[in-house]
C-alpha cells in the first residue's frame, strides 16, 4: 500500500542514505574504496565470528558474482583475508586484516559523524531506532 507517509519516509531514508555516501566521498577516496566496498566493510563486524561468503552475500543482498568483484577488491587493498571456514571446510569465510580493522573503524567513525541522522537527539534516536527495528524484521 503507498500513503503519502510512506513515500515521504522512503523518500528520506534514500536520501539520508545518498547524502551520508555523498560525504563520505573524501573518506573512502583517500583509501580507494567505493559506497559498495565500504558496505562490506561496514557488515564485516569484527566483534563476531568471520562471517561465510553465503552470509556476506545475504547482508549485502548481493549475488555470488558482485562479492567476488567487491571482496577481491577489499583482498587487493589487504583489507580483508579469505579463510577456510573451520565449521565447513568446503566454504570460506572473510577475515578483516589489522589494517582493515583500522580503515573500518576510520570510515564507520567517519559515517556516524556525518550522516544526518547525527543532528538527532539521544532521546529523538531512541525513539527512531525500534521503529525501523520493526521495518526490517517485517521484510
Known amino acids: 500500500m503507498s500513503t503519502p507517509e510512506l513515500t515521504a519516509v522512503v523518500a528520506a531514508i534514500h536520501d539520508i542514505w545518498m547524502r551520508t555516501n555523498d560525504l563520505l566521498g573524501q573518506a573512502l577516496t583517500a583509501h580507494n ?3 559498495a566496498t565500504f558496505q562490506a ?3 564485516l563486524d569484527p566483534a563476531e565470528p568471520p562471517p561465510s561468503m553465503k552470509v556476506m552475500a545475504e547482508r549485502l543482498y548481493c549475488n555470488a558474482p558482485n562479492l567476488s568483484f567487491i571482496t577481491n577488491q577489499l583482498t ?3 583489507l580483508v583475508e579469505r579463510a577456510v571456514d573451520p ?3 568446503r566454504s570460506r569465510v572473510l577475515l578483516l586484516t589489522g589494517k582493515g580493522r583500522r580503515v573500518r573503524d576510520e570510515l564507520v567513525r567517519t559515517a556516524l ?3 544526518p541522522l547525527a543532528g538527532l537527539s539521544d532521546d529523538e534516536l531512541r525513539q527512531l531506532k525500534p521503529l525501523l527495528e520493526r521495518a526490517v524484521a517485517s521484510g
Open 41 to 43: 566493510l561496514w557488515v
Open 76 to 78: 587487493d587493498r589487504g
Open 87 to 89: 565449521a565447513d571446510r
Open 33 to 35: 574504496l567505493t559506497p
Open 113 to 115: 559523524e556525518k550522516t
